[in-house]
């Protein structure tokens, strides 16, 4: 593992404060990237670890991603007995009631009913690549397609300009949402429902940068991000495998 100067001793700081989030994401953190995203699984020992961790006093731990939250909840394997959080769709789909504006009324129908149409067309000028539909968003996926037609699909999406719908680039997809939620309000409406004083989140994709911006603001909170490329996080490791150091840090230093 290469680890961010600092990071041990960031963590066993982080974990020596009052009530705590541990967060996470799903893909490229806890779970390997894969060609299918359907067989997406936790690394082994991931989701011990994290039950581990939210049995802790003073800790709540949720799993904050992009997939919708069926999914979610079906890839990761928890369960409410877990008492971990779910959250999916960016935000967008918290498994629990959060101090977040989800009001999905007439209009933001309407929004995700145009962000279709639109994606829709680019999806259509430049197969194979595909859609995804989520309750409140909708998604250009371009794995798995020729590198010149996924560029120019991803191009096209990333210039689809319509009022109140919130474009997002992550890795080989494009995903419009027609609620303004993202991961980094999601996390901190987390930290208000749970009282936390600190938040610790791990993330691997662009759509994380959020969340690293929103958290930057606060000292007492630790970002890491997962893999390469730029990034708003303090610390960097290189892989989903060196999550678990991690997590085990944080859960012995709990304990401690």
């Given at each position: ?18 009530p ?24 082994e ?67 995700l ?55 997002m680039?992550g890795?080989q ?16 409406a ?50 989903p ?6 997590l085990?840090?944080?859960?012995d230093?709990?304990?401690?």
């Amino acid at each position: 593992m290469t680890e961010s100067s600092g990071l041990h001793d960031a963590l066993e700081s982080f974990a020596a404060r009052g009530p705590v989030l541990v967060a996470t994401d799903f893909d490229g953190v806890l779970a390997p990237l894969v060609t299918d995203p359907s067989t997406s699984r936790p690394i082994e020992g991931s989701m011990e670890l994290l039950r581990e961790i939210a049995a802790l006093p003073a800790v709540s731990v949720a799993i904050v991603s992009g997939r919708d939250l069926a999914a979610l909840r079906a890839l990761s394997g928890a369960a409410a007995a877990d008492d971990i959080a779910l959250i999916g769709s960016h935000g967008a789909e918290p498994d629990r009631e959060l101090p977040l504006d989800l009001t999905f009324d007439t209009a933001a129908r309407q929004r995700l009913a145009q962000a279709t149409e639109a994606l829709e067309e680019v999806a259509a000028a430049h197969p194979p690549t595909r859609i995804e539909r989520k309750p409140a968003g909708v998604v250009l996926h371009t794995r798995n397609v020729p590198a010149d037609i996924a560029a120019a699909a991803t191009r096209a999406a990333l210039a689809i300009d319509l009022p109140g719908v919130d474009v997002m680039d992550g890795k080989q997809i494009v995903e419009l949402s027609a609620l303004p939620i993202t991961k980094g309000s999601a996390l901190q409406a987390l930290a208000a429902e749970f009282g936390t004083v600190a938040t610790l989140y791990l993330g691997d994709d662009v759509t994380d940068e959020r969340a690293f911006a929103v958290l930057a603001d606060d000292p007492a909170n630790v970002t890491v991000k997962v893999g390469s490329g730029q990034t708003l996080a303090a610390y960097r490791i290189d892989s989903p495998e060196d999550v678990l150091p991690v997590l085990r840090t944080v859960r012995d230093a709990r304990r401690g």
